[in-house]
């Protein structure tokens, strides 16, 4: 398991469904459904913890606040900064388990000695997008949500990426890569975070499970003649780290040859011993 370290975010505890997060000293108690152990720490009382998500037996979910906490803040990893803002259905706009590979594509973007042009697909709030952008990347953003562009392109100019860099799009990603298809564009890594479920524009159900492969052998249709690296994140489903290895090799690889990577990403706790797991990530990289 591949591990990002923080020094503005840390897990406290975790247990009983839920983890305990330090988000630059505010602390929040949030549900993870990983999280299937006993805590030794009494959560709910803890000193300092600002708000808990309770979700709803209903569907969805509200914070309940314990003690005054601001619309927002920002943290910082490094040399890039993001603006954290609790909002529904628990989330906070960034996922920070994803250091691991923001570190991993700044070093492959600073060692190519050549411009590189990036596709990040289901951008959200572009964490992803800044921490190419600020290797020195030019980063094409596109999420279906406008406020989710919107967040990002806060977190760029937060940042302090060079301006030009980035271009937003919001639309719906798979449309919009048959676009680029159709006008020749090409781009020398593709980066994906595609939902577990969802709805097209026209109500198309979206599941990973069905769509991802298809969606990546589209997606190979765009990577330049000499590309530099493909990148697929996968949260909540149950697909394995060797799954995305295959698709990669089925797809990116074939034809292309570069080595394939695969492999949980977590965040370490204050607890002796555990690791918080969070998901799955493989990528495909040019040698």
């Keep these: 398991m591949k591990v990002a370290e923080w020094k503005d975010y840390s897990v406290i505890a975790t247990g009983n469904g839920y983890k305990l997060e330090d988000w630059a000293g505010i602390t929040l108690l949030r549900p993870d459904p990983q999280v299937i152990w006993q805590s030794s720490v009494d959560m709910d009382n803890y000193k300092g913890l600002v ?6 037996e209903t569907g969805g979910g509200k914070w309940l606040y314990k003690g005054k906490m601001p619309d927002q803040w920002s943290v910082k990893y490094k040399d890039l900064k993001f603006i954290v803002k609790p909002m529904g259905f628990k989330h906070t706009g960034l996922f920070p388990e994803q250091a691991v590979n923001w570190d991993l594509m700044t070093e492959l973007i600073k060692n190519s000695n050549r411009e590189i042009n990036v596709l990040n697909l289901f951008a959200y709030t572009g964490g992803a997008t800044v921490a ?10 596109v999420d279906a949500s406008k406020g989710m562009v919107e967040r990002a392109g806060e977190n760029v100019r937060l940042s302090k990426v060079e301006e030009g860099k980035v271009r937003y799009i919001i639309d719906d990603c798979k449309k919009f890569v048959e676009r680029e298809i159709r006008r020749g564009r090409k781009y020398d890594a593709i980066i994906m975070d595609p939902p577990s479920y969802g709805r097209g524009p026209n109500g198309e159900m979206w599941k990973l499970e069905n769509e991802l492969y298809s969606f990546v052998e589209l997606c190979a249709k765009v990577l330049s003649d000499n590309p530099l690296f493909v990148l697929i994140n996968s949260y909540t489903t149950g697909l394995q780290p060797q799954v995305l290895k295959n698709i990669l090799a089925l797809t990116v690889a074939n034809g292309r040859g570069g080595k394939i990577d695969a492999y949980e990403v977590g965040l370490p706790t204050r607890e002796k011993g555990v690791i918080l797991p969070c998901g799955n990530s493989g990528i495909w990289i040019n040698e």
């Design 51 to 56: 708000a808990k998500y309770v979700r709803s």
């Design 132 to 141: 190419c952008a600020k290797a020195g990347a030019k980063v094409c953003h």
